[in-house]
């Protein structure tokens, strides 16, 4: 099984509308998480970490439920440049743990 | 630029040969990590040092492989008698180890073909 799970999508969505995704994620002594995003054929970028109080930043919410061992992302009002790959991590002894991502495109 | 660099960005060898990659983290990061992304897959962790001492090796990094951080600053990543199966993007990353947050942030990535 691996240490995270992803549903890969693909997800596709007009302008304006609000997606949501989510992972899980089996070392429940996990300590910290987070979204990354990452473009084609570039590096991830830190997206936002994720909080068991749940937080946002603008469009983005971010959720987790230690007890289901269970992390979501919401993206409202959805824009053509949040189409990526979302990459839900897992931060375990320092050594990052990514899922295989799921992939958004949002048309005009 | 002051972000995460790695050189080369694109490496295409021959099967068998040895390809070294150098990484040079944000100058006041104190750790510093390798990842190996395939096609489809989210990146998976190789190594790690804190300074110049490797502290974690995973079992993806075979006998063939060889990561240094002489003085703490710069990494490189060595892959001997290199295999199609390595042909894959190197990621670094760099964090500072703080009371509150560790965030890896990563280079641009080096990608080898073998042929």
């Known amino acids: 099984r691996k240490e995270v799970e ?17 992972c899980t994620y089996s070392n429940s002594a996990s300590q910290s998480f987070f979204w990354y995003r990452q473009d084609c054929r570039k590096e991830p970028k830190l997206l936002m970490s994720v909080y068991s109080s749940g937080n946002e930043d603008g469009r983005f919410t971010a959720q987790l439920n230690r007890a289901s061992q269970y992390i979501s992302l ?14 839900c991590v897992v931060n375990n002894d320092y050594k990052l743990s990514f899922g295989a991502g799921t992939t958004v495109t949002v048309r005009a | 630029d002051t972000g995460v660099s790695q050189n080369p960005r694109h490496k295409i060898t021959k099967r068998g040969q040895n390809v070294t990659f150098r990484c040079d983290p944000i100058s006041e990061h104190n750790r510093l990590y390798w990842y190996r992304q395939t096609l489809g897959q989210g990146p998976e962790f190789l190594t790690y040092f804190q300074n110049e001492a490797q502290l974690e090796k995973s079992r993806l990094l075979s006998d063939r ?38 965030t890896q942030y990563f280079g641009p990535g080096t990608r080898l073909t073998v042929l």
């Open chain 2, 65 to 102: 492989f060889s990561a240094e951080r002489p003085k703490g600053s710069f990494s490189t990543l060595e892959i001997q008698r290199t295999e199609q199966g390595d042909s894959a993007m190197y990621l670094c990353a760099s964090s500072l180890v703080a009371a509150s947050t560790d």
């Open chain 1, 6 to 22: 992803q549903d890969p999508g693909p997800f596709n969505v007009p302008e304006g509308a609000t997606v949501a995704f989510n």
């Open chain 1, 74 to 87: 919401l993206i409202r009002d959805s824009k053509l440049s949040d189409s990526a790959t979302y990459l």
